[in-house]
Antibody
Framework: QVRLVESGGGVVQPGGSLRLSCAAS????????IHWVRQAPGRGLEWVAF????????NYADSVKGRFTLTRDNSKNTVYLQMNSLRPEDTAIYYC??????????????WGQGTLVTVSS | DIQMTQSPSSLSASVGDRVTITCRAS??????LNWYQQKPGQAPKVLIY???DLETGVPARFSGSGSGTDFTLTISSLEPEDFATYYC?????????FGPGTKLQIK
C-alpha cells in the first residue's frame, strides 16, 4: 500500500538549518508530484512547496521562498526539503503528501504522519 | 494569492444532525476546490475533490457543491467519527491555499 514517511525533524536554533526527508513506497514514485504542507501547533494547514517527478518544476510559498529547497532522488524514492535560515515561525509539523494525478495539481491523496520541527533558542 | 475563508469556524452538533460548512474564495477558482478532514494527531484526509467528487472510500453522507467562489461541504447525518476539523483547499493557482478550518464538535 502507499506509504509516506517523513523524518529529520527536531529542535534547531533560529538561523539554523535542517533537512527533512520523505520516503515513499507502494506507488510509482518517479511519476508523481510530491508536496510539503506544514501545520504550526494548534493552527491550520499551510502549503509549503511541491516538486515535479523530474525536478523540472518546483514551487514554493512566499513564506519559505529563498530559504527552503526541494530535491528528490527517484532511485531512493525520497524527497528532501532543505530548510535554511530557520525562523521561530517555521515551527510546525511538516507533512509530505502525494499528488493524486501525474499531470497536474489536483489534490493530495496520501499523506505521511508528519515530522515536528521546532525553531527555538 | 487567493484567500480562502470558512464559516463557521466552529460548530457543535449531535449524532444524526445534518451539517453544512461553507468555504469562500477571494476570486473565482472554478471548481478547483477540495475538502479535507483532520482528526487530532492525524494527517489530513481528502473527502471531496473538484468541488463535488467523492474520493474513493469516503462515505456517501459527505457531499460537496459549488463553483466559482462559493462552496459547501455537507454531512447528511453525523456519525461519531465525523467530529474533526475540516479544511477547504484551492488548487486553481499557486500558491495553493487552505481555509482556516472548521472544528466540528459534539454537542
Amino acid at each position: 500500500q502507499v506509504r509516506l514517511v517523513e523524518s529529520g525533524g527536531g529542535v534547531v536554533q533560529p538561523g539554523g538549518s535542517l533537512r527533512l526527508s520523505c520516503a515513499a513506497s507502494g506507488f510509482a514514485f518517479d511519476r508523481y508530484l510530491i508536496h510539503w504542507v506544514r501545520q504550526a501547533p494548534g493552527r491550520g494547514l499551510e502549503w509549503v512547496a511541491f516538486i515535479r517527478f523530474d525536478e523540472s518544476t518546483d514551487n514554493y510559498a512566499d513564506s519559505v521562498k529563498g530559504r527552503f529547497t526541494l530535491t528528490r532522488d527517484n532511485s531512493k524514492n525520497t524527497v528532501y526539503l532543505q530548510m535554511n535560515s530557520l525562523r521561530p515561525e517555521d515551527t510546525a509539523i511538516y507533512y509530505c503528501a502525494k499528488e493524486k494525478t501525474v499531470v497536474s495539481v489536483d489534490f493530495f491523496d496520501y499523506w505521511g504522519q508528519g515530522t515536528l520541527v521546532t525553531v527555538s533558542s | 494569492d487567493i484567500q480562502m475563508t470558512q464559516s463557521p469556524s466552529s460548530l457543535s452538533a449531535s449524532v444524526g444532525d445534518r451539517v453544512t460548512i461553507t468555504c469562500r474564495a477571494s476570486q473565482t477558482i472554478i471548481s478547483y476546490l477540495n475538502w479535507y478532514q483532520q482528526k487530532p494527531g492525524q494527517a489530513p484526509k481528502v473527502l471531496i475533490y473538484a468541488a463535488s467528487d467523492l474520493e474513493t472510500g469516503v462515505p456517501a453522507r459527505f457531499s460537496g457543491s459549488g463553483s466559482g467562489t462559493d462552496f459547501t461541504l455537507t454531512i447528511s447525518s453525523l456519525e461519531p467519527e465525523d467530529f474533526a476539523t475540516y479544511y477547504c483547499q484551492q488548487t486553481y493557482t499557486m500558491p495553493l491555499t487552505f481555509g482556516p478550518g472548521t472544528k466540528l464538535q459534539i454537542k
